[in-house]
């Protein structure tokens, strides 16, 4: 009896004495109820993107016209879509989009944020210009049209006619002009937004910062050189892969504006997926599109993380 008591493994006290021990089930009923709460959103996430994202991946690989029965074609749906001109031309429409859109779109953003961050009732003018950003895509589309059009009716090709004597161009009939109207639209469409994303990363820039390079006798331009513009290289960079992921996939404005087929300078990736799957039924070159417009914008925006350690400057 003396050797099993010294066998006896001795009760320690527990070294979080203040704690409580859980009871046994507590961590059990945890996990039923962050089940409970997780599935739903986990649901919808399976059904709404896996499945869909993974039924593209395959349908890339077959031919299908919705309705028959599938067959296995390989590559040569990629194959196809890679020779065709219209898909050469939509490429070259959308890139040409983005050049536009994207360093103009936020050099204006940037410009006004940083006129707005030193105004009075600043609030306000940001209602104004995020107003166009929660109006819908559509009914930003027909104002622009009405404002566009190459007709009498143009608002701005009659204005000026009017004021200045100037022949201007048929902005959503030109294959030339097209995209340029359309850059301005999508410009002016999330100009808000992006002013908004800038004034939040001016705010976070210590106003001390500036005042000592006002005190060591920097101009304007300089603090915004070498102050401001390494200080707010984050969100710029953040606003630019937003910025470049949404011109690539632009299409409801585009589509309603102006309408691709009728032309072919406005066409896009985005709108060939469409016309591919939903007018000319060939589900197996729509994905096979689509999936070439996901590899475009994950290589173009690895480019850009690549980039954002040399042109990115952060706190640490």
Not at 68 to 93: I, T, Y
Not at 119 to 132: C, D, H, I, K, N
Not at 269 to 285: A, N, P, T
Request: hydrophobic share 55%.
């Amino acid at each position: 009896m003396a050797v099993l008591t010294r066998l006896r493994p001795s009760r320690r006290p527990d070294p979080r004495p203040g704690l409580a021990r859980p009871a046994a089930g507590v961590r059990t009923h945890d996990g039923w109820w962050a089940a409970f709460f997780l599935t739903p959103q986990l649901a919808a996430l399976a059904v709404f993107l896996v499945f869909p994202l993974g039924f593209a991946v395959v349908l890339a690989f077959m031919r299908w016209d919705g309705l028959g029965a599938k067959e296995w074609a390989g590559l040569d749906n990629f194959a196809a879509q890679l020779a065709d001109p219209d898909f050469g031309l939509a490429v070259w429409n959308t890139v040409k989009l983005a050049l536009l859109t994207v360093p103009f779109g936020l050099a204006l953003a940037l410009l006004i944020a940083i006129a707005l961050n030193s105004v009075r009732g600043g609030g306000f003018y940001r209602v104004l210009y995020f107003m166009p950003v929660v109006t819908s895509s559509v009914a930003v589309a027909l104002m622009w049209q009405v404002i566009l059009a190459g007709d009498e009716y143009g608002v701005l090709n009659t204005s000026l006619a009017r004021w200045f004597g100037v022949d201007a161009p048929d902005w959503l009939g030109d294959p030339d002009w097209v995209i340029v109207a359309i850059a301005v639209v999508t410009i002016w469409s999330s100009l808000g937004l992006n002013v908004v994303i800038f004034l939040a990363g001016l705010q976070t820039i210590p106003p001390q910062i500036v005042e000592a390079a006002r005190v060591d006798g920097a101009s304007g331009l300089r603090i915004f050189r070498s102050v401001t513009l390494p200080m707010l290289s984050p969100t710029i960079f953040f606003s630019t892969v937003v910025a470049v992921i949404s011109s690539f996939q632009a299409f409801d404005q585009i589509y309603v504006l102006v309408n691709p087929k009728h032309n072919e300078g406005a066409r896009t990736i985005v709108y060939q997926v469409y016309e591919l799957g939903f007018q000319d039924f060939q589900f197996g070159m729509s994905s096979a599109a689509a999936l070439i417009l996901l590899v475009l914008t994950l290589l173009v925006t690895l480019v850009q993380f690549a980039a954002q350690k040399r042109l990115v400057h952060y706190d640490s």
